[in-house]
């Protein structure tokens, strides 16, 4: 586990501080009962993201798991899948995983588990439903202290711009402040979603927060300006706690 987190987020944050990417996020809901047989069909399918990655079909990818707290007991899915790229090219990329997930197990697994989870793939077996949306990162940040033995736990927020100064709100003055209290902090522009995904949403906020953050609580006029219209500027239409379960 502590090799593959710290490889997964090295990767994150090289990609994003060096140039634009572009990730795809996957909103899963789950067959009732499921989680734990999900969970070992997740990892088997990790083999053949490893083989894409070392391909060049995509730069990476992991799965988080919701916490049921979330979005005030209320949250929309079980698991988030994140998958990175390098352009929106390679995330466009026509790829057959059936074939490539078949190549990857090849001469490492039994035929007859391949075949089981194969099947399971075309069957769709664990997932209720599934939310996509295709998205381009626009403002990030990365602070070095994350411990890759311990628990890794995120935020993920969908979130509204209400008026053409929002961006310039999160990437100006919010990410500013955000510093010294996050690991990992980007806004990402919606580019595409699945036809059943939540329409009002324009960006997502990814972030891992430091556990011993400071924040001032005596704010300057000017930044209790600077809040109140950046507030003003967006609607969070709900959150999600999410916690690290594995990735490439």
Do not use: C
């Amino acid at each position: 586990m502590k090799n593959i987190l710290y490889t997964f987020i090295a990767l994150f944050f090289s990609i994003s501080l060096n140039a634009q990417f572009y990730w795809t996020s996957e909103h899963v809901v789950l067959n009732e009962g499921m989680e734990e047989e999900y969970e070992k069909f997740e990892a088997f399918w990790g083999v053949a993201k490893e083989k894409a990655i070392a391909d060049g079909i995509q730069a990476g990818w992991s799965i988080w798991k919701v916490d049921p707290s979330s979005n005030d007991d209320n949250p929309w899915a079980d698991y988030i899948i994140v998958n990175i790229y390098q352009s929106k090219e390679q995330m466009e990329a026509d790829v057959n995983w059936m074939e490539l997930l078949q190549e990857a197990h090849k001469g490492k697994t039994k035929r007859s588990i391949i075949k089981k989870y194969v099947k399971e793939s075309t069957e769709n077996k664990y997932r209720a439903s599934t939310r996509t949306y295709n998205m381009l990162s626009i403002s990030n940040l990365s602070e070095e202290g994350l411990d890759p033995e311990g628990t890794v736990t995120a935020a993920y927020l969908g979130m509204e711009a209400l008026n053409d100064d929002y961006v310039e709100f999160e990437k100006q003055y919010f990410r500013e402040q955000h510093k010294g209290n996050k690991y990992w902090w980007d806004l990402s522009e919606i580019i595409d979603r699945s036809d059943n995904a939540y329409e009002p949403i324009t960006h997502t906020i990814f972030e891992i927060n430091k556990e011993n953050s400071n924040s001032n609580s005596e704010q300057s006029f000017t930044d209790q300006m600077m809040t109140k219209y950046g507030m003003a500027s967006r609607e969070l239409h709900g959150w999600l706690q999410l916690k690290f379960v594995m990735g490439k």
